[in-house]
């Protein structure tokens, strides 16, 4: 390909480093992006560095944020007693949706995961015990993806809190609303079964 | 999505304006760009920057280039009096790595599509006539897309060449080299058929 501007093979490279797309796509969102007016790709190309100067972890809960503490750790009307446990910035917008939790969260930014080489050192668990040990804490609800490795780091971080006298739950696991029972694989219809309730 | 940072919020919004990126694939971007290091974030964003700077049409033959004219064209040992017309800088690159062409190019940045409002005015062809005209052709091969829109503009740009004494030729339409001839269209086989020649 030597016919192809370097500039224009470098931010396909650029492109083609993102999670997801490949050679083709690469080259495709370069030279879309070549065709945008200057101004266009200009505040493109702001957006980039003012998100990465701008967002920083909230230093309570680890949550990605722009302000000095985060909204929710902010928030007064929030039960600060109460904190939900996820992997990841996104689950705190997915459990937000619910409308359903009214404490705080603490985002651990990843997952114990030996074969990616991610260590309990690698996440947010100091921080987590940091908070707990601060006495305010009345539960810690595990909310780690229901995989293996959500599983494993939920299982791991709750025996670090048994000694704190605090109470650790973690979501139900169930068959999901508007599912069809049908396509409900076996382990989760054998979860829904083991924590069914009364009605 | 009040709890999402705004910087974060606008350069998701920034890849979700990109062709064929939705909502959550812009979002998982947006957040691997914030994950990267600062230098790498940097050259992203000036890549993007280094690009709309650097590249522009050649004067010659409208395809991209950071050179005042592009490689192709100021190479001596390229045949300057066949062209070959295609609708995409891409597609000079597909031409390209078939090692086959040893003339030059011409790129029309688009096809006439009166359904995405696309007229003859608003790609290169008024270029390629005035370079047909300067005499030096001698034929000009249409090398659009198979397709409705490519074959229209392929029928529309040798009408107007066809007073101006150059031989006009297309590609050969076919059976692609590799394939099956059970999963070739009918209109492909009808075509090829058209077209045999002795062997």
Same mark, same amino acid.
């Given at each position: 390909?030597? *016919?192809f501007? #370097? !500039?224009?093979? $470098? @931010?396909a $490279?650029?492109?083609?480093? /993102?999670?997801g797309?490949? &050679?083709?796509?690469?080259?495709?969102? !370069?030279?879309?992006?070549?065709?945008?007016?200057?101004?266009?790709?200009?505040?493109?190309a702001? !957006? =980039?560095l003012t998100?990465?100067?701008?967002?920083?972890?909230?230093?309570?809960?680890?949550? @990605?944020?722009d302000?000095?503490?985060?909204?929710?750790?902010?928030?007064? /009307?929030?039960?600060?007693?109460?904190?939900c446990?996820?992997?990841?910035?996104?689950?705190?917008?997915?459990?937000?949706?619910?409308?359903?939790f009214? &404490? +705080? *969260?603490?985002v651990?930014?990843?997952? =114990?995961?030996? /074969?990616?080489?991610?260590?309990?050192?690698? =996440?947010?668990?100091?921080?987590?015990l940091?908070?707990? !040990?601060?006495?305010?804490?009345?539960? +810690?609800?595990?909310?780690?993806?229901p $995989?293996?490795? &959500?599983e494993?780091?939920?299982? *791991? =971080?709750?025996?670090?809190?048994?000694?704190?006298?605090?109470?650790?739950?973690? @979501?139900? *696991?169930?068959?999901?609303?508007?599912?069809?029972?049908?396509? #409900?694989?076996?382990?989760?219809?054998?979860?829904a @079964?083991e924590?069914?309730?009364?009605?």
């Open positions: 390909m030597q *016919y501007p #370097a !500039a224009l093979q $470098d @931010l $490279d650029q492109f083609g480093r /993102l999670p797309i490949g &050679g083709k796509t690469a080259q495709r969102l !370069a030279f879309y992006v070549l065709g945008l007016p200057d101004d266009e790709a200009q505040a493109f702001d !957006a =980039i998100a990465k100067r701008s967002v920083h972890t909230c230093p309570v809960c680890q949550n @990605l944020t302000r000095e503490i985060c909204p929710i750790c902010s928030d007064d /009307l929030r039960d600060q007693g109460l904190i446990v996820v992997a990841d910035p996104k689950d705190v917008i997915a459990m937000e949706r619910s409308r359903e009214s &404490g +705080v *969260y603490h651990l930014h990843g997952v =114990i995961s030996p /074969l990616n080489h991610v260590t309990q050192d690698d =996440i947010r668990i100091k921080e987590l940091q908070r707990v !040990a601060s006495g305010e804490v009345r539960e +810690v609800i595990m909310a780690t993806n $995989d293996t490795e &959500g494993a780091t939920a299982m *791991y =971080i709750s025996r670090l809190l048994r000694p704190m006298e605090v109470k650790v739950t973690r @979501l139900a *696991y169930g068959v999901p609303v508007g599912s069809q029972l049908e396509y #409900a694989d076996e382990i989760t219809l054998s979860r @079964l924590g069914r309730q009364e009605i």
